[in-house]
């Protein structure tokens, strides 16, 4: 793992955190009202989950933008539904869609313990501050229960690496196989583990061999690879 930056601060000495919720948060929703993201393998992944349907499973994504990947969820399986963001304007449409809407960020979770039975991160850690990742970790493991399930999807890279967000000035995100913040503790097991090609139509999936060997042209193509990762967590205690 490479750590090269520290970026608990951006170069006006206000946190990501403070920058996304002061407003940074809205434009994004402004720039991208209809979300920019292709979310439909992380919602194959979820679907193939041994988990029922009903409103006694609760979910919550973070990095929930207007709901629209929830709002799909709810048709399919009729779950509790819970989304938090940092821009106010996306939870103003998150909740017209019938979600509990919540803004914030996920270094700070506004829920009790033990609560979630599947907890989503929707293309959000990349851009979150790298000194709160252990709170981050931290949060998710206090609010969802045991033999709960994590899903990541964001942007991958095999070292962890930072790059200017080309929106807002002194801002960075980062690319790293975000799974690592649970799978190194013996309560996590990764149960599906995938990488695509967000720049193909077709979203194909890398394989091993192609990741673990990258050519000079892998490397540059693998700035579009997105992570979908699913964990399970399974205390011992």
Known sequence: MIWTRDLGKSMNNKSQKQIFLEGEGDAWHKRNPEGSFNNNHLYSQILSLPIKSGKDIKILDIGCGTGTFLQLLKKEKGWDLYGLDPSSLSIEKTKKMGINGFTGTADSLPFDDNSFDILLYSFCLYLCDNNDLFKIASEAHRVTKNKSWISIVDFW?????????????????????????????????????????????????????????????????????INITTLRRNDLN
């Open 157 to 225: 890279s095999g070292s962890h690496k930072f790059v200017p967000y080309h929106h807002k000035e002194g801002v960075y995100t980062h690319k790293f196989e975000f799974f690592k913040l649970f799978s190194w503790h013996n309560s996590y097991e990764v149960f599906q583990n995938e990488i695509r090609d967000s720049d193909k139509v077709s979203y194909k999936v890398i394989k091993d061999e192609i990741k673990n060997n990258l050519s000079p042209n892998d490397k540059k193509n693998s700035n579009n690879w």
